[in-house]
Structure formats: structure tokens, C-alpha cells
């Protein structure tokens, strides 16, 4: 995928180049060619097409273009719903049939296995769509303009506020209030809207003035598999709901039916812990962060055999002293530590469940693991965010029987 944070310039005049987009690369542009043989990462083009893109960025080793004309269609190419697509951040397949873009992220996955971690794709399962690939999100953050407190999206550029009347992706309560927030950001920052379909509980933060429903609420209450989560507003929670029940349905499939000790690293609010905190002897979940440790005490609570330790998961499993015959992962993009994988091959869990967002850290670390004696059973790409280049597995890998 294109770089984040790398060294780049603007070419010096309109570089307008005409490509073959390739297959899709994570992130979800497609990957191209230039006459001289430079990999131009080509936003808004489906693999196959034929498409006129101008450069908008040019690295030391790669370019990053932007589609401007589509000279040879792909016939999955569709008319996206949302008027501020190519402009907005936010999606990046809209201009993709929702089967293909199910269809590129698997191969996304397939191939970052491959390339990454030198590993087979037989373990590859099809990957596992959304029933509703619109309304999902759960969970938004808009911006805001000083001058007239309009609410919206930065724009893909990164510069300048675009006012957002509709965002298709967004939970349905989300884009009701949406039109009652306008013009009353001034002075804010950002506004977090948070909403679970399932409690009828929501947030918006910080206060908003002005509006006609109540806002400054600094938790909200979340269902996942039957169980109530309080969520604050800086912690984690899955932002997809239905794909989160999903996501629970394949971790406990990986998981044993029964154990002696599990750890949920990551944990966040301590999802995994108190879902599956009745098939183990007892559950130790860990999380650096403040407020999602104090939210996973209180979602923990009425656990009897779990607890929260709060720190790295790289600092706190290694001196670990009770073995554990279970690990869920579930790490941010950058992936594990290297401490945690080397603290995992020397205790061996019978079975590890890795939970990743980013098939290319995932990828690095399933290979040191299974370089260090696991054997990687399954890795189930989870479309968790439709419409855009974000890919979700869950992966399991189990310690083989002696
Ligand atoms: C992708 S979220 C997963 C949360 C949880 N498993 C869930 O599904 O709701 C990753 C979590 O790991 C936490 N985190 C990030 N780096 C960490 C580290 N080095 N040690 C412990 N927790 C960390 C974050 O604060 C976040 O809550």
C-alpha cells in the first residue's frame, strides 16, 4: 500500500498517464504501471481497467495517482452512492461492485501471506462479506469549520473541511442527527458520534451546543454476543456490529471448547474476556490503555474467574508465571512486539488466535510463529469495512500435539 508518512513531492506539472490497474493492493488502490516501469498505486481504478490518472504524489520508489477518466471499464465498476466519494477520506472501493470488493480483499490477503510471510494460501477460508455493506459504521468522528460550524469529513487530501449532509456508510441514527449537529461545531475540534443499534444507547462528545438531543456523554453501553459492554469515549470498540458477531463466531470456533487459562491481549473492553471467560478455568485480559482497562473492570465485574492486568501486552506476558493454553491477539495495525511472539513460541498455547486488521503485520508475525513450531491452520479474511481498503482476519494457529 501506498506509505503514509514517507518522503514525497508534488510533480513539478500535470503528470497524466494512462494505465492497466492490476490487482488491488491493501488500502485499496490499484496497482499499475508507468511507462518506465515505476508501480503507481492508482486510487478509484478496479483491477482490469484502463484509466487516465494524474500523479498526485511522487516517491523516491513508487507513484500515487489519482483516476481521472476510465477509458475501459471493469464490469464491476458501479456508480458510487455517495457524492463525495474520491474527495472524502473516508471510502475508497464505492466505484466496486460489493462481490468484488469481497473478492480483491481476499486476494489482498492471499497474496500479503505469500509475499510477506512466504506462506501457503491453501489456509486461506473465503472470505466472510457483510449481509448490509451500507450503515454499519457504527462509530464516527467529523470534523469541524471554525468559521460556521459546519460538520463533515477532511478531504483525502488532507486539507479543507467537507461538509457531510448523508454518509452512506454511517449508521442510520448517525446520519438522523447528523443535519442538527451542522453548524454548531464551531469551537470544537472533532465530534465523536457513537450509537448501538442494539441498546439504543449513544454518545456525543465533547458537548455539543445548541442541539435538540443530549450530548457531553463520556461513555456509552455497546451489546456484543449477548453481553453488555460500557465503552468510553477514547476506548475501542468494534465499529461494525453485525461483522463484530461474525468476527465472535469464528473466534470461538478457533478457540478450545474448553481450557485452563486464557489471555486476551488487546483487549480493550475486555470483548474476548467476558465472552468466552465460561469455557476457561479462568481469563487474564490485558490493555494498555487507561480508559479501556477501567471500562474492561467494570465489564469484567461480574466475572468471577477473570482479571485485567493494565500495560504492553510485550511487558506483561513474558513474565508470565501461570502458562496460558489460549491466547486471543487482537493487536493494532503496527501488529506485535517482538517480545510478545517470542514469549508465545516459549510457552506454547496449545492454540492462538490472532485477530488483525492489517494483513501485512499479520502476515510478518504468523511467520516468526510458525517459525517457531506453530502449525497455521486457518486465516479468515472478515469484511469489516465495506466500501473502503480495510481488511480484518481472524487467524488461527494451534501448538502441534507431541
Ligand atoms: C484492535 S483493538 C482490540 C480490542 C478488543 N480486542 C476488541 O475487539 O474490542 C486493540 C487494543 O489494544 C490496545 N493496545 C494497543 N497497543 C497495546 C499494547 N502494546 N499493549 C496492550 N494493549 C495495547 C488498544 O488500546 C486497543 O484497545
Same mark, same amino acid.
Not at 13 to 20: A, I, K, P
Not at 384 to 402: D, K
Given at each position: ?20 490497474a492490476? %490487482? ?28 487516465? #490518472? ?20 471493469s ?34 490477503v492471499?497474496?500479503?501471506l ?20 451500507w ?14 460550524g ?50 439504543g ?32 469515549? %477514547? ?33 480493550g473492553?475486555g470483548?474476548f474476556?467476558?465472552?468466552? #471467560? ?10 494498555? %490503555?487507561?480508559s ?26 513474558p ?22 511472539? #517470542? ?40 469484511d ?10 481472524? %487467524? ?7
Open positions: 500500500m501506498p506509505r503514509r508518512g514517507h518522503r514525497w513531492k508534488t510533480p513539478p506539472e500535470q503528470l497524466t498517464l494512462t494505465l492497466r492490476e %490487482s488491488l493492493v491493501f488500502g485499496g488502490a490499484a496497482l499499475a504501471r508507468a511507462p518506465d516501469g515505476r508501480v503507481v498505486f492508482t486510487w478509484f481504478a478496479a483491477p482490469g481497467e484502463l484509466v487516465e #490518472a494524474v500523479v498526485e504524489r511522487e516517491y523516491p520508489d513508487y507513484l500515487e495517482a489519482v483516476t481521472t477518466r476510465v477509458l475501459e471499464p464490469p464491476d465498476r458501479v456508480e458510487p452512492r455517495c457524492p463525495l466519494f474520491g474527495e472524502c477520506g473516508g471510502c475508497q472501493l464505492q466505484h466496486m461492485a460489493y462481490p468484488a470488493q469481497l473478492r480483491a480483499k481476499e486476494a489482498v492471499r497474496e500479503q505469500k509475499r510477506i510471510g512466504g506462506l501457503g494460501d491453501d489456509v486461506v477460508r473465503p472470505i466472510v462479506g457483510a449481509r448490509e455493506p450503515g454499519y459504521r457504527n462509530h464516527v468522528r467529523f470534523s469541524t469549520g471554525r468559521k460556521f459546519d460538520v463533515g469529513f477532511i478531504s483525502r487530501r488532507g486539507h479543507g473541511l467537507l461538509k457531510v449532509e448523508h454518509c452512506p456508510i454511517a449508521d442510520p441514527w448517525v446520519n438522523e442527527i447528523l443535519p442538527q449537529l451542522q453548524g454548531h461545531g464551531a469551537g470544537l475540534h472533532q465530534i465523536q458520534v457513537r450509537h448501538s443499534a442494539a441498546t444507547s449513544f454518545l456525543v462528545n465533547p458537548a455539543v451546543p445548541g442541539v435538540p438531543f443530549p450530548t457531553g456523554q463520556t461513555s456509552y453501553l455497546e451489546r456484543l454476543a449477548g453481553h453488555d459492554f460500557v465503552v468510553s469515549a %477514547s476506548a475501542f470498540f468494534q465499529v461494525n456490529t453485525a461483522q463484530a458477531e461474525e468476527m465472535v463466531r469464528l473466534v470461538g470456533e478457533a478457540l478450545p471448547s474448553r481450557g485452563r487459562l486464557l489471555v486476551d491481549a488487546f483487549a473492553v470483548t474476556a467476558r465472552i468466552f #471467560a465460561d469455557r476457561f478455568d479462568s481469563v487474564v485480559a490485558i490493555e494498555e %490503555s487507561n479501556a482497562a477501567r471500562d474492561a473492570k467494570v465489564n469484567l465485574a461480574p466475572v468471577k474467574n477473570a482479571r485485567i492486568r493494565i500495560g504492553k501486552v510485550e511487558d506483561i506476558l513474565a508470565f508465571e501461570d502458562h496460558p493454553d489460549a491466547i486471543v491477539l487482537d493487536p493494532p495495525r503496527p501488529g506485535c512486539a517482538p517480545p510478545v511472539l #517470542a514469549a508465545i513460541t516459549a510457552f506454547r498455547p496449545r492454540v492462538v488466535v490472532y485477530v488483525s486488521c492489517n494483513p501485512a503485520t499479520l502476515a510478518r508475525d504468523l511467520r516468526v510463529l510458525v517459525d517457531g513450531g506453530y502449525r497455521l491452520t486457518d486465516v479468515t479474511p472478515l469489516m469495512f465495506p466500501q473502503t481498503g480495510h481488511i480484518e482476519c481472524v %487467524s488461527r494457529l494451534e501448538w502441534p500435539a507431541a
